[in-house]
Each structure stands twice: as C-alpha cells, then as structure tokens.
C-alpha cells in the first residue's frame, strides 16, 4: 500500500491540470474557464506538482 495516495493524488492532478491548460487557452468550449487565462497558467502548475506527486509515490512503492 506504499505510495497509492501519491500515486493517486499525481494522477489526479496531471489530468485537472492538463484539463485546466486545455479549457484556459480555449481549445474546449462550454465552460466559465474557456478563455480564461489564469487557468491556462495554473494548469501546467498543478500538472507540474503532479508529476513530482507521481515521482514521490513511485519512489515510496520501490522501497
């Protein structure tokens, strides 16, 4: 059960924020973060703290 939260959490976050990059550049339409820039800046963020989520809990299963 080593790392499955993190691994979890990492997964999780890699994919809202990747959604949040798409939605704030406005590639997807119908949503209120459509075009909205600060989304398209926090996105990469939080797919940035993610994948170091995934490292942590990649390495916490090795052990």
């Not at 990469?44 to 703290?49: A, F, H, N, T």
Request: charge should be positive; proline fraction near 2%.
């Amino acid at each position: 059960m080593r790392g499955w939260f993190r691994l979890t959490v990492g997964l999780l976050a890699v994919v809202l924020g990747a959604l949040w990059t798409v939605l704030g550049l406005g590639y997807v339409e119908g949503s209120a973060l459509t075009d909205q820039r600060i989304w398209a800046m926090v996105g990469p963020v939080v797919v940035l703290i993610g994948l170091v989520a995934l490292w942590y809990g990649m390495r916490a299963r090795r052990r």
